[in-house]
């Protein structure tokens, strides 16, 4: 039975990793610029490619990045803000620093 269980838990796992998560459900995680709303004032990570335009971002949401990094898929964590129609994400008080994703 315990087998069955970690099966069914490790699928699940690697649904989720595979599936952006609406951000009605959870704010762990965002992928997609539709799930920000619903997370501003929460800590997230995001994930997705580092554009520049105007600022470093992932998924619309400025971030901290080496202008290296535009075109690779990376991550940051922090605390989702949101101004006007701009989001940001910060680390204490700063932009939170991007990390590539391999």
Partial sequence: MRLITSSIFLSALVACAH???PASRT????N???QLDGCVGKNVTIR?????SPRTSIIGVD????PAMVG????AFGTLEKT?????????GALAKAHATH
Avoid at 27 to 30: D, P
Avoid at 63 to 66: G, K, S
Avoid at 72 to 75: D, K, N, S
């Fill in 19 to 21: 599936n952006p998560t």
């Fill in 27 to 30: 704010c762990s995680v965002l």
């Fill in 32 to 34: 997609a610029a539709g």
């Fill in 48 to 52: 997705g490619a580092v554009a520049a």
């Fill in 63 to 66: 971030v901290e990045a080496d």
């Fill in 72 to 75: 690779q898929t990376a991550h």
């Fill in 84 to 92: 006007g129609a701009s989001f940001a994400l910060k680390s204490n």
